[in-house]
């Protein structure tokens, strides 16, 4: 995937570095202050460190830019600030085309832990979007999971291994574009349509809408490559089935495995792997955003 020299977005929220290194010692803190309050007062461990990390997280959410970035994590964050902009310049004229503006979301970058508006995040839990701060919440620690552990490495594309482009990004830019779509479906109006619908079935028709809003979300990721194709003829061979191998490693398994039973708002079962793969590629083939009915049509 070529992605050097393009504009880098200024959405990108930097928590990580000296910010971070300022949340591990405050979490040691607040898990000291969670036992105290167990053994003295009879308050239950979990909820009073979740207490005091909400208190810190506000304490720090102005958090200035970190300080102390590795050139890894600088790459890092040029490369989703790279992505972030390509999804903006993507949306914007299809939403004017809609008759709609496009309000891009912030992507929060963090290293271990951060408060969200939906609870607090860990990098366990894997990428997710957060509908009710309109951020998309990424620990970089994940990439890097997906290339050692979950083997998204590029590594059948020899052409990739051959340059410089760091490998299996391009499933890190599907990544960030899948949760983008969450955020188009929340413009959209979409996501609070299925938070009703849900509301109103059972458990189980209610899993089977969530799974048709995670193929859009694929979906919509497939008409952000397609746009951007058109736009900076970005892809490179391999990249396509690289994204295909990452949708079908990154799915509620792998999520529900890592994650500690916190609030996972991206662990609704995402679908088939063959599911996820045909409705990325029916956005990638049409680019065009009325092909992605997952809810009118069969998955
Ligand atoms: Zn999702």
């Not at 810190?56 to 102390?68: C, G, K, L, M, Y």
């Not at 972030?84 to 891009?104: H, M, N, R």
């Not at 490693?249 to 500690?260: A, F």
């Not at 916190?262 to 083939?285: A, C, I, N, Y």
Request: charged share 20%; with cysteine.
């Amino acid at each position: 995937m070529r992605w050097k020299g393009r504009r880098i977005s200024s959405n990108v929220e930097d928590r990580r570095g000296g910010g971070g290194v300022r949340a591990g010692g405050i979490s040691i803190i607040g898990l000291v202050v969670a036992f105290v309050a167990w053994k003295f007062f009879g308050v239950d461990p979990q909820q009073a460190y979740q207490a005091t990390q909400q208190v810190t997280a506000s304490q720090q959410s102005n958090a200035t830019a970190p300080e102390s970035l590795t050139a890894e994590q600088k790459e890092a964050s040029d490369f989703v600030g790279t992505v972030l902009a390509d999804t903006e310049d993507v949306w914007t004229p299809i939403f004017k085309q809609l008759g709609k503006s496009y309000t891009p979301p912030k992507l929060v970058l963090f290293s271990g832990i951060a408060q969200s508006g939906c609870g607090t995040a860990q990098s366990a839990m894997g990428p997710f979007y957060c509908p009710a701060d309109q951020k998309v919440y990424i620990d970089t620690e994940f990439f890097k999971d997906m290339r050692q552990q979950m083997g998204i490495s590029g590594e059948q594309n020899q052409t990739e291994l051959s340059r410089e482009d760091q490998a299996g990004d391009f499933a890190q830019a599907y990544v960030v574009a899948h949760e983008v779509g969450h955020h188009v479906q929340t413009l959209l109006g979409i996501s609070s349509q299925v938070q009703q619908a849900r509301a109103q079935v059972s458990q189980r028709e209610g899993n089977q809408l969530s799974v048709r809003q995670e193929l859009q979300a694929d979906c919509l990721a497939g008409i952000w490559a397609s746009h951007n194709q058109q736009r900076t003829q970005f892809l490179e061979q391999g990249d396509i089935e690289e994204a295909m191998d990452a949708a079908q490693k990154i799915g509620d398994d792998y999520l529900q495995k890592r994650s500690t039973g916190q609030v996972v708002p991206d662990s609704f079962t995402h679908g088939s792997s063959e599911q996820r793969m045909h409705w990325f590629q029916v956005g990638l083939k049409t680019g065009d955003i009325n092909q992605c009915d997952t809810f009118n049509n069969p998955v």
